[in-house]
T-cell receptor, first 117, second 113 residues
Framework: DAGVIQSPRHEVTEMGQEVTLRCKPISGHDYLFWYRQTMMRGLELLIYFNNNVPIDDSGMPEDRFSAKMPNASFSTLKIQPSEPRDSAVYFC???????????????FGPGTRLTVT | AQSVTQLDSHVSVSEGTPVLLRCNYSSSYSPSLFWYVQHPNKGLQLLLKYTSAATLVKGINGFEAEFKKSETSFHLTKPSAHMSDAAEYFCVVSNYNTDKLIFGTGTRLQVFP
C-alpha cells in the first residue's frame, strides 16, 4: 500500500487567499483524521471522520476552516481566507476499526507545510 | 479522562549507549498505548503499540517498551543508540471508549557520535 497520501507537500500563499489541502487515506480504512502541528501548540486534532461522516470538529479553530470527505478515498481541508497564524504543518491520518473494540493505531501522511505570508 | 506525560523534553545520548524515554499515562479504562517517532520534516511513524496482550512490546528498529500498570508507565528503551535514532518521540494513550489518540508533548532525542 502507498500509505496516506497528502498534497501538496508545501504551500506558500498570501494572506486572504483560499488554501485547499488534500488527503487520500489508506484503502479500506474507515477513519480519517486531520491534525495541525506547530512549535507553540504541538499536535492538535482538528476534525475526524468515520465512514465519510464528520464525527467531531471541536478542534477546528474557527469558521475559516472547513473539511469534507465526499468519498472513502478523498478528503479536503480548506482555509478561507488564510491568515499568517495558520502557518503550520497539516497532517492527515487514517485508521481501521471495522467493528472491533480497542483503539487502533493511526497511520500518518507526510504532511503539508503551509506558509501564509 | 485520559492523559499522558512525557517526563523529559530532551534526551541526549552517545551513539552505542542505551536509550530511555519516559512516559506516564492516566486512563479511566484499560489503555491502549503507542509510541510514534517523527524524523525532521517527516510524518509520524508508529514504533510500537500495547493493547492488553504481552506487557513487553517489541517495535521496529530495536525499540521496545514495557507496560507497568502499577506504575502507570510505558517507557521506551533501546539497548544501543544509533545516529539515525535522532528524532522526536511521542507517547500516545487511548482506549476502546474513544476514537481519539491523546499525544504527549514529545521528547527530542539527540545522539552524539
Amino acid at each position: 500500500d502507498a500509505g496516506v497520501i497528502q498534497s501538496p507537500r508545501h504551500e506558500v500563499t498570501e494572506m486572504g487567499q483560499e488554501v485547499t489541502l488534500r488527503c487520500k487515506p489508506i484503502s479500506g480504512h474507515d477513519y480519517l483524521f486531520w491534525y495541525r502541528q506547530t512549535m507553540m501548540r504541538g499536535l492538535e486534532l482538528l476534525i475526524y471522520f468515520n465512514n465519510n461522516v464528520p464525527i467531531d470538529d471541536s478542534g477546528m479553530p474557527e469558521d475559516r476552516f472547513s473539511a469534507k470527505m465526499p468519498n472513502a478515498s478523498f478528503s479536503t481541508l480548506k482555509i478561507q481566507p488564510s491568515e499568517p497564524r495558520d502557518s503550520a504543518v497539516y497532517f492527515c491520518a487514517s485508521s481501521s476499526r471495522w467493528g472491533s473494540r480497542g483503539s487502533h493505531e493511526q497511520y500518518f501522511g507526510p504532511g503539508t507545510r503551509l506558509t501564509v505570508t | 479522562a485520559q492523559s499522558v506525560t512525557q517526563l523529559d523534553s530532551h534526551v541526549s545520548v552517545s551513539e552505542g549507549t542505551p536509550v530511555l524515554l519516559r512516559c506516564n499515562y492516566s486512563s479511566s479504562y484499560s489503555p491502549s498505548l503507542f509510541w510514534y517517532v517523527q524524523h525532521p520534516n517527516k510524518g509520524l511513524q508508529l514504533l510500537l503499540k500495547y493493547t492488553s496482550a504481552a506487557t513487553l512490546v517489541k517495535g521496529i528498529n530495536g525499540f521496545e517498551a514495557e507496560f507497568k500498570k502499577s506504575e502507570t508507565s510505558f517507557h521506551l528503551t533501546k539497548p544501543s543508540a544509533h545516529m539515525s535514532d535522532a528524532a522526536e518521540y511521542f507517547c500516545v494513550v487511548s482506549n476502546y471508549n474513544t476514537d481519539k489518540l491523546i499525544f504527549g508533548t514529545g521528547t527530542r532525542l539527540q545522539v552524539f557520535p
